[in-house]
């Protein structure tokens, strides 16, 4: 897609991988251990930031580990994309669950997420601890400011 | 020598309520006896009164019971009169009340106060603040490679005369135990106040503050059996009487009026407030209940369970041991090489082994070390070999899912 930055544009790429592969073998995966283990490579899909995007402008605060998120909005089609990194890989995978179902929406498709459902994998989401449920509550703030939508 | 295990993990109805768990966090606070947990109630149930000023029966039975809940920490730590105990929240609380009573008392602008790199933040951000109000030096002991305080470095800042030292008496992080009897004798070489932070410590052996000789000794019930909101701020007599109290209003009055107030004698006039008369009456309890063990042969146990531990996780490849198991109190601090360690800790409390990941309230720590953070498992008394056994299994497991 042209005026994206390749960042977003490998990003987006690997995020339409997850949410046709990996997505819906996670919803129907039974046992904790095969959950968190793709949870935990879903990683592997999206390009890694070079400490370059490591910047403190993009760090979301109220995190327990060190999380980075960057947003585009791509004029001519009206659609936005985000690229994510964290030094944790659950919240990682957690963020590519969420950002795998927004990625390439307009404004009018957006308003329609139900964001806090993003989150929600069951058998991962409640055994989350507070903190980490904290960083997971800035992340959505964050990308429902850059979403442009209230709250 | 005889530990019978099985009795005393009886004592904890929490075992029987949580029979799945493995708790490795006993660093952070530890399980009730049966003993502790009756005496609160005992307390509210029959003898609930406020104490020292009333009028009835009932105030002075509980007022007995208080008083002689600090005649029993007296006791404990061997310090030479009950007003020497001072009942406070906790040692973070105690570390508060001496950093800000000792400023302008015995502290002055240009003196100089000595903590070490491996401070709990306690013992780290009440001197940062009330150093910087009042014009005070802030000096850091540092750590050597085995991160032991480093002593070398401890003597040449000794040699800049501080006017108080304050040091953990063992590391929250890495279990570490720092020799401080001998600290506490060099500081008192150069004149120095000195203060131990006995969080930790307090678990490992029984204090005797007067062999110690320290100015100050503080401590947390809840790190000890005891209940949470109570603590103890120990001083030598008249050390203590130099302090500014940190909290004003009852107890600690003697006349109020607008003409003019009065202070309390000790102890009260460090204890403002109604006290936690149960949390000190708890408090008393697991001291005389731990008292009935042979604290020796729960001590050897300790340290089979750690170097269990140890050993297991060593014979586990990409597993970063950041505590020695040398001079160990019962705490290792690790990472999984190329992991975060919350994501490490995940893994195990899906498992339902409790254990802490990040820095742990010592950042400053981790910053000397050159890490983010770490995975700490702190052991206690009540541990057994068969849940160290399950704690490695499910490392292993750990492992096998991050790969």
């Known amino acids: 897609m042209s005026g994206l930055t390749l960042l977003m544009t490998d990003t987006e790429q690997g995020l339409q991988q997850i949410k046709q592969q990996q997505l819906p073998v996670l919803t129907q995966t039974a046992d904790w251990q095969s959950k968190y283990r793709i949870l935990m490579q879903l990683g592997k899909g999206v390009p890694a930031f070079t400490t370059e995007l490591q910047r403190d402008e993009f760090l979301i605060a109220g995190c327990d580990s060190k999380a980075w998120l960057l947003h585009e909005y791509h004029q001519p089609s009206g659609r936005h994309y985000w690229a994510f990194d964290s030094e944790a890989r659950i919240i990682k995978g957690l963020v590519l669950l969420a950002l795998c179902q927004l990625n390439g929406l307009t404004n009018v498709e957006l308003s329609q997420i139900n964001f806090p459902q993003l989150f929600a994998l069951p058998g991962v989401q409640q055994n989350l601890s507070p903190s980490r449920q904290n960083g997971l509550h800035a992340v959505l703030k964050k990308l429902s400011q850059q979403a442009g939508l209230p709250g | ?403």
């Open chain 2, 1 to 403: 020598m005889n530990f019978d295990l099985a009795a005393f993990r009886a004592e904890f109805a929490f075992f029987n309520q949580q029979p799945d768990w493995v708790y490795l966090d006993n660093a952070a606070t530890m399980h009730k006896p049966a003993a502790v947990i009756a005496a609160e109630t005992e307390f509210y149930q029959t003898l609930n009164a406020n104490v020292h000023r009333g009028a009835h029966q009932l105030s002075q039975q509980a007022t007995q019971l208080f008083e002689q809940a600090r005649d029993t920490v007296a006791a404990y730590v061997n310090a030479c009169t009950r007003e020497e105990i001072i009942w406070c929240s906790g040692a973070t609380a105690a570390l508060n009340q001496l950093a800000f009573g000792l400023m302008g008392t015995v502290l002055h602008p240009g003196d100089r106060v000595l903590i070490s790199a491996l401070e709990h933040h306690a013992n780290i951000v009440p001197w940062q603040f009330h150093c910087q109000q009042f014009g005070i030096v802030l000096d850091v002991i540092p750590l050597d490679a085995d991160q032991q305080l480093d002593q070398a470095e401890y003597q040449r800042l000794l040699a800049l005369k501080p006017k108080v030292v304050s040091v953990a008496q063992v590391s929250n992080v890495l279990g570490h135990i720092q020799p401080v009897a001998a600290m506490v004798q060099q500081a008192k070489a150069v004149g120095a106040m000195t203060i131990i932070d006995g969080a930790q410590g307090i678990l490992l052996q029984q204090p005797d503050v007067q062999q110690l000789d320290c100015d100050f000794y503080v401590f947390s019930g809840h790190k000890i059996y005891g209940p949470t909101g109570i603590g103890v701020l120990y001083g030598k007599r008249p050390t203590l009487e130099l302090l500014r109290p940190l909290l004003y209003g009852g107890e600690m009055i003697q006349q109020v009026s607008f003409s003019g107030t009065t202070l309390n004698q000790l102890p009260y006039r460090l204890e403002a407030g109604t006290p936690n008369i149960a949390g000190a009456v708890g408090l008393a309890a697991a001291l005389r209940w731990l008292q009935q063990w042979d604290q020796t042969a729960i001590a050897v146990h300790k340290q089979q369970l750690l170097q269990q531990l140890h050993r297991g996780l060593q014979q586990l490849s990409g597993i970063e041991l950041i505590s020695q198991l040398h001079n160990n109190a019962g705490i290792l601090a690790f990472n999984i090489n190329g992991e975060h360690h919350s994501d490490v800790a995940a893994l195990l409390d899906q498992q339902q082994i409790a254990v802490r990941a990040g820095t742990h309230c010592a950042m400053p720590l981790f910053e000397a070390l050159g890490k983010p953070g770490a995975v700490r498992m702190s052991l206690a008394g009540y541990n057994s070999p068969q849940e160290i056994d399950r704690t490695l299994v499910a490392m292993r497991q750990v492992l096998e899912i991050l790969s």
